[in-house]
């Protein structure tokens, strides 16, 4: 028994979860991120603990939701990287899908496509060619192969790209490929598609890859410092994770080398605590959401279950591993607004950041950001930000939106204010919309729970906008993404295409290829050190109707025979009715690729349940202050949240304060106190 500390990484704080094992007891802080080193925040948090009387000896497991990857991927700073491929299929990256992507792409007449990450002067040729039954037509022709490598060098790539033809059939002239390398170029970090994504289509395996290689020696530097400096505080435990898009954890090496998995690290995270949320409050439907400082990251959950998706775009690329379906916009705390040349509003893209941040924070930021706007709405308070532990400056964030909006666009301060906020509401809304009503989903069925350092803030009127059915705050809403890390899985997943009739299929043959990517599962998780009583299998079947561009996963549960068989294929119809709101009941089936998931499971975390002490609602109230909703100044209690007994029930309009975040319940709407310390908010009847 001993401690957890996880962390997630944002890019204006920090937020640390610490979990006292033996006592179940849990307690949280914010630190202000530091984007050229995120170690160094890191290194400061488990400090804190450390401070507080606890041996480094006794952190037995640490896990990290980081943004290395992401950051460099969206900021275009990779390492140079090079790509090697199938002779005559060098035009396959630069092609691509051969189409604009859905939404305001298609009527843009200035679109570009992303850069290519391996551009074509850094694309070399192998001599080899695998067919699509996986026999060898060309073998590799390896003297060739050293030439191209050799011309590769003197471009000084650091990281090598590897896609052949079918090599997902058979990989050895990929393998071969990197010991050529090993010895053409040591040192040069290699990526194989046969590793990376060993699955059918072409671009979107060599997409994935080429990011993997973009990414990886980043990631791998940064996992052996912040190593180093966790080693160097006496935090030694071999329990370090790093969360990936999937929704599980994986080891400090394993994320090294798989880097491309980690891009959505962060906000997978606060959809596992999510998950665990629909258990403890009963609500089967939500939609989380969590605004931080740079971003807003949506995702659905239905009947307890996050959406989880097999291929994924991040800033317009492509990536093809299983990833929890989840829609980011620029929208958070640290989020500009502006007036262009035309004299028009635009709230975003661009970020305050940490540095300088929000012109509240003193920190050298001059232009307005949402948090400013929050606080001259009187949403936040000068003197109870990240509980007192931070003053802001109402002035600076006045001052800001004056001289950068309101007398520009000749309002008052307060709307210039009010009506930034409402923009980007708008623009949160469509990106639930996106994820819910566009797929078929009623948003009356949905509860919003709101987390991240700013969500709460916003959360209550979104809902209301979108009609939904109410709003949840869990207990920690600033650090929840950090706080689903406590409860995460180590996950690793597993992929092998082999096309075939579902009708011709034997159920011994999809038993073989599972039970040999089982096998491969279960070495994995011994060596890190899951014994059998802790491992969980998961396996699934990509299936399509012949002929169709595009496949479903579909469960597959042991054991099979011929009802199991039957079972397929109803589950397969039923879920692309479902989807689609069709179904061909009499068309043929095929087999696309075998999925499988290794589940290490970690020691469950209890959620502590409360009792009521028999406080009264006043005895939360820190004070009343003039807040702005719709136009009218009210004067506005301001409760502690930390003070509000299970079971109180109140109305807005109220201001909710904790440590980590604020919530803001405006006229009309009713908060309740659930015995998970939740905050429970719907619209009063009217």
């Known amino acids: ?38 170690s160094r925040a890191i290194l400061a948090g488990v400090q804190v ?49 051969q189409s ?42 390896e003297i060739a192969l050293r030439e191209t490598i050799r011309e590769l060098r003197t471009a000084k790539i650091e990281s090598l790209a590897v896609c052949f033809l ?117 609500e089967q439907n939500l939609i989380t959401f969590d605004m931080g400082g740079t971003s807003c990251d949506v995702a659905l959950i239905k009947d307890g279950e996050a959406s989880v998706s097999t291929r994924g775009k991040i800033d317009g690329r492509d990536i093809a591993l299983p990833m929890i379906d989840i829609n980011t916009v620029s929208a958070g705390g640290g989020t500009l607004a502006r007036v262009d040349k035309l004299g028009q509003l635009r709230v975003g893209p661009e970020s305050a950041g940490a540095v300088p941040g929000p012109a509240c924070y003193s920190r050298g930021g001059t232009e307005p950001t949402i948090t400013d706007c929050n606080l001259v709405l009187g949403y936040l308070g000068e003197d109870n930000f990240l509980g007192g532990g931070m003053r802001l400056d109402a002035r600076a964030s006045h001052a800001a939106l004056e001289n950068n909006v309101a007398t520009p666009l000749s309002l008052s301060v307060a709307d210039a204010a009010e009506g930034i906020v409402r923009i980007i509401d708008v623009k949160m809304q469509e ?70 009739p579902l009708a011709e299929t034997h159920d011994t043959d999809i038993l073989q290829i599972f039970d040999e990517l089982e096998e491969q599962a279960l070495a994995d998780l011994h060596a890190e050190e899951f014994s059998d009583d802790r491992i969980a299998i998961e396996r699934a079947l990509d ?77 939360a109230l820190r004070e009343t202050r003039p807040a702005r909703f719709d136009g009218k100044t009210l004067d506005c209690p301001v409760y502690q949240r930390e003070k509000l007994d299970v079971g109180m029930v109140f109305s807005g309009p109220a201001i909710i304060d904790q440590l980590d975040c604020t919530t803001v319940v405006p006229p009309g709407h009713k908060v309740s106190i659930d015995k998970f310390r939740n905050l429970l908010i719907v619209r009063e009847a009217r």
């Open 166 to 282: 079918f090599s997902f059939l058979r990989p050895a002239h990929e393998e071969r490929a990197r010991a050529i390398m090993a010895e053409e170029m040591p040192g040069c970090s290699v990526s194989l598609s046969s590793d990376i994504a060993p699955q059918i289509r072409e671009y979107y395996r060599l997409s994935t890859t080429v990011i993997n290689a973009y990414l990886q020696p980043i990631l791998a530097r940064y996992i052996e410092r912040l190593e180093g400096r966790l080693n160097g505080a006496g935090v030694k435990t071999r329990q370090k994770y790093i969360m990936q898009s999937n929704g599980g954890m994986a080891t400090f090496g394993a994320s090294a080398k798989k880097a491309v998995a980690t891009v959505l690290s962060g906000p997978a995270g606060g959809v596992s605590a999510s998950i665990e949320a629909c258990r403890a409050t009963g």
């Open 543 to 619: 299936m399509r109707y012949a002929g169709q561009g595009y496949e479903i996963t579909v469960p597959c549960a042991y054991p099979l025979g011929a009802e199991g068989m039957r079972r397929l294929r109803t589950l397969f119809d039923e879920q692309h009715k479902q989807m689609f709101g069709h179904t061909a009941p009499h068309e043929p089936v095929e087999i696309v690729s075998y999925r499988l998931r290794g589940i290490g499971r970690v020691p469950p975390v209890t959620l502590r349940e409360f009792t009521k002490t028999g406080a009264a609602l006043n005895d």
């Open 1 to 38: 028994m001993g401690y957890r500390v996880t962390v997630d990484t944002g890019g204006t704080f920090s937020d640390f979860v610490y979990l006292n094992e033996a006592t179940d007891e849990i307690s949280v802080a914010k630190l202000p991120s530091t984007p050229d080193d995120p």
């Open 100 to 141: 604009r992507p859905y939404g305001p792409a298609i009527f843009d007449i200035l679109y570009d496509k992303p850069t290519m990450l391996a551009p074509a002067r850094l694309t070399g040729e192998a001599h080899e060619r695998v067919a699509a039954n996986g026999d060898i037509i060309l073998p590799l022709d």
């Open 431 to 500: 990106a639930i919309k996106a994820i819910s009503t566009m797929r078929g989903h009623d948003l009356r069925d949905f509860h919003l729970l709101a987390f991240g350092g700013a969500g709460p803030l916003h959360a209550v009127r979104i809902a209301e906008n979108l009609g939904m059915a109410g709003v949840v705050v869990p207990l920690y809403p600033g650090v929840y993404s950090a706080m689903g890390l406590l409860i995460s899985d180590v996950k690793h997943d597993y992929v092998r295409s082999k096309m075939s």
């Open 49 to 97: 603990l450390i401070d507080k009387g606890v041996d480094p000896k006794d952190i037995s497991y640490f896990c990290h939701g980081t943004t290395v990857g992401t950051n460099a991927l969206l900021e275009g700073k990779g390492v140079k990287t090079g790509l090697l491929v199938t002779k005559g299929f060098r035009a396959i990256y630069e092609v691509g899908e």
